[in-house]
């Protein structure tokens, strides 16, 4: 059975940093695409970051440059590092999984998410 489980969100101020983290359970970890999304009150969804299984990086522009994505397939476990937090940062994040890049939708495999809140 798959499983994905956030852990690390948390209050934080403004300008702070948080590390979320997903371990993976239940299926080849290093085979799938792995993203991460966020879903703020009264909002849609959104795609944040993704790392292929070569470990190539992608982010949304509005991300770029405070929030790093990374994995450790020895551990089966997939990271967000996130920097100089904004308010507009709040939400639920989410890891997700599936062998390719999809739309963010369609994506196989969620986790139940990780509130962060950034306020002061």
């Known amino acids: 059975e798959v499983h994905l489980v956030e852990s690390g969100g948390g209050l934080v101020q403004p300008g702070g940093s948080l590390r979320l983290s997903c371990a993976a359970s239940g299926f080849t970890f290093g085979s799938y695409h792995m993203i991460w999304g966020r879903q703020a009150p009264g909002k849609g969804r959104e795609w944040v970051s993704s790392i292929s299984t070569g470990g190539s990086t992608y982010y949304a522009d509005s991300v770029k440059g405070r929030f790093t994505i990374s994995k450790d397939t020895a551990k089966n476990t997939l990271y967000l590092q996130m920097n100089s937090l904004k308010p507009e940062d709040t939400a639920v994040y989410y890891c997700?999984?599936?062998?390719?890049?999809?739309?963010?939708?369609?994506?196989?495999?969620w986790g139940q998410g990780t509130q962060v809140t950034v306020s002061s």
């Open positions: 997700a999984a599936d062998l390719s890049p999809q739309p963010l939708s369609s994506y196989r495999y």
